[in-house]
């Protein structure tokens, strides 16, 4: 069965630091990304990462950084300097090809992990 499994999410002060982790099983991917979604807002681009390069969502550029532990097959999004409009549900998927940032060139989609960041 092929599975993305986000854990890490939290509640944090604004300037604080979360992981968040996409743990894959069932096969390997080249590349998985990051979205979230806030309350009454669509969902959006947050982060991905290929073999060889990452991507990011210029709200978040230079405050998070996506990385990944393939012997784990596992993906992470280091999120640091949080901002109340941070908080939202964050996903994890996997890339088909196409634009890094269209929701629909992603599949194996995860449950989410919520993230709220307190001002």
């Known amino acids: 069965q092929v599975q993305l499994v986000e854990s890490g999410g939290g509640l944090v002060q604004a300037g604080g630091s979360l992981r968040l982790s996409c743990a894959a099983s069932g096969r390997t991917f080249n590349a998985i990304g990051w979205f979230r979604q806030a309350p009454g807002k669509e969902r959006e681009f947050v982060s991905v990462?290929?073999?060889?390069?990452?991507v990011y969502a210029d709200s978040v550029k230079g405050r998070f950084t996506i990385s990944r532990d393939n012997a784990k097959s596992t993906v992470y999004l280091q999120m640091n300097r949080l901002k109340p409009e941070d908080t939202a549900v964050y996903y994890c998927?996997?890339?088909?090809?196409?634009?890094?940032?269209?929701?629909?060139?992603?599949?194996?989609w995860g449950q989410g992990t919520q993230v709220t960041v307190s001002s």
């Open positions: 998927a996997a890339f088909k090809g196409g634009s890094y940032r269209t929701i629909t060139n992603y599949e194996y």
């Open positions: 990462i290929t073999g060889g390069s990452t």
